[in-house]
């Protein structure tokens, strides 16, 4: 299958879950439950639980095998997006075009909601024990990688790090190891969690993790080159392309786009779909 | 042993285990390290660890199989507070005679260092996976219901009640509907937690939350008649004295305490410390 309509038909896989298994909206109390789904329900590209499908789906099992599980980081990924967006944070109004969480709903609704999106994606992924073939022990390895990738370690650290930015790093790694955090972190456990429920092997879960890094800072740093084109708002930081060029963000593109592919040689042919994603998020126009 | 005696002594425990297995301050990115140990290592009174440790013995277990999940419920417990202090939410300065978290490392950080102890929390849980013993089916369903307690049913949804409360419901049961999950969700999920992982049986499990349910309302009504004699800050909200006037409020603990004793009487005389505990409640002085 042709990459672009496998991730057409995975989006709406996705999208489908998310729409019946979310609290609807007139459930008490009707207001986070409204802005729970105003965004997650916001036509997202959903790369992040593709991914984990794609990884089962490359192990030899189904994907509705670690379908909950998917649509529970893709959660998580919202409380990131939500929290990020607040006016202490980034203070964006729009995301994705549309206003974001704290615009619509107010600061204190907003931060319940990402909240209340963490709890609940780490309840869709337990969820997932109950479907048949997963194994307990593999419940909570997923759940403990996932809880180290979004710590201070990793996706918090990279928060903290982004916010606390304040332009006298002279470590050149300081913006890659940023990304490396904040994108790389999140997906690396898409597909972990993907690999671990599936009953991948060592060997397998390594090549998934260098390719999941790789891919993440290809991704970052290709939403920056593309927001380039926009217009900018007053409280941007400053971003790779603006740091260091443009230049060499592409090359840096390309390099990490390249190392994801190298990485997954092991599977062959079989991880064609992942050969393609890598080419497609360095050529995306949006 | 006395409870006065248990509880210090509990504390003790809890408070090295957190001084021992929270990130160091110089751990890099130091400030949000510093923020979790500024708001963890605060002279809390651990009721809700300790209540996890006591219900293991009661059930015969030595407490040390149940202590990583313990301290985990209390970084979550104080997740909740630093979020439930933030200018948008209740907007308080002093927390236990200390500044709140956002007071001090402003609200960005605050914000961050609840949602890392939200996650840090729950990996202490999946740690007690480790511990010889535990079965991995205990620590998912321990994870399934703290999770449950802490979503938008129960913890949040009690928080997003609490700041959209308007001075305008008509529902006597409305304040109570309120502390039932802001209050005694985390306290059920403290007792449930050693009570699964120390294999208690379903009726065992139900009287406990019954315990759990009615010891955090009198809980937390109690803090209210304690506050009566503090002064109040201008953003305060009112509370149940308040609105049903003392005689009520005390009339309501008393009774809420003498029920939470009558359903734990299958334990018996094992149970003294709990009966002790609903009876401190009541009589306790701050």
Known sequence: MELSSYLQEKKIIIDKYLEENLP??????????????YSVLNGG????????????????????????????????????????????MDNDDYRRGKLTNHKVFGEAIAILTGDALLVMGLEFICKNAEIKGIKNNSIISAINYLLEMLGTKKMLGGQVEDISWNNQEDDDNFIENIYSKKTSALICASLKTGAILSNATKEQIDALQVYAEKLGLAFQIT?????????????????????YGLEKAKKMVLLYSNQAKESISIFGEKARLFHDLADFIVNRKK
Chains 1, 2 share one sequence.
């Open 223 to 243: 939403d920056d080159l593309l927001d380039l084109k926009e217009d900018k708002e007053n409280n941007s930081k400053p971003t790779y392309p603006e740091i």
């Open 45 to 88: 590209k959903r790369i992040r639980p593709i991914l984990t499908l794609m990884t089962a789906e490359l192990l030899g099992e189904n994907y509705t095998m670690v379908l909950p599980a998917a649509a529970g980081i893709e959660l998580i990924h919202t409380f990131s997006l939500i929290h990020d967006d607040l006016p202490s």
């Open 24 to 37: 609807l909206e007139n459930q008490s109390p009707s207001i986070i439950h409204r802005s729970i789904r």
